[in-house]
């Protein structure tokens, strides 16, 4: 089984900053990928970030304000949100994909973090 823990998110006015945090645990032999996606309500679930190898991938609607990256040494991955909109508003999910121990391939979500945008 795999966890993933996501913190940070909350309350922020347009043109503030917030740090998401998603750490994973559980039987995890290697990630090949951690994400970031998010949902708005009444929207489909979207990408906003990955990284995979040190590569990093962004949704057009958040290059230059978001930055993902992500600490090997401890399963956590980061996405900081700069010069936040309120079109940003929406809960945040974690996702991680990689292979256990016994080399089967997992994919697992956090279980969401609300990130509200709004004076």
């Known amino acids: 089984q795999v966890q993933l823990v996501e913190s940070g998110g909350g309350l922020v006015q347009p043109g503030g900053s917030l740090r998401l945090s998603c750490a994973a645990s559980?039987?995890?032999?290697?990630?090949?990928?951690m994400g970031w996606y998010r949902q708005a309500p009444g929207k489909e679930r979207e990408l906003v970030a990955s990284?995979?190898?040190?590569?990093?991938n962004y949704a057009d609607s958040v290059k230059g304000r978001f930055t993902i990256s992500r600490d090997n040494a401890n399963n956590t991955a980061y996405l900081q949100m700069n010069s936040l909109k309120p079109e940003d508003t929406a809960v945040y999910y974690c996702?991680?994909?990689?292979?256990?121990?016994?080399?089967?391939?997992?994919?697992?979500w956090g279980q969401g973090t609300q990130v509200t945008v709004s004076s």
């Open positions: 996702n991680l994909r990689g292979s256990n121990y016994l080399g089967t391939q997992i994919s697992s």
């Open positions: 559980g039987s995890i032999m290697r990630i090949y990928i």
């Open positions: 990284i995979t190898l040190g590569i990093t």
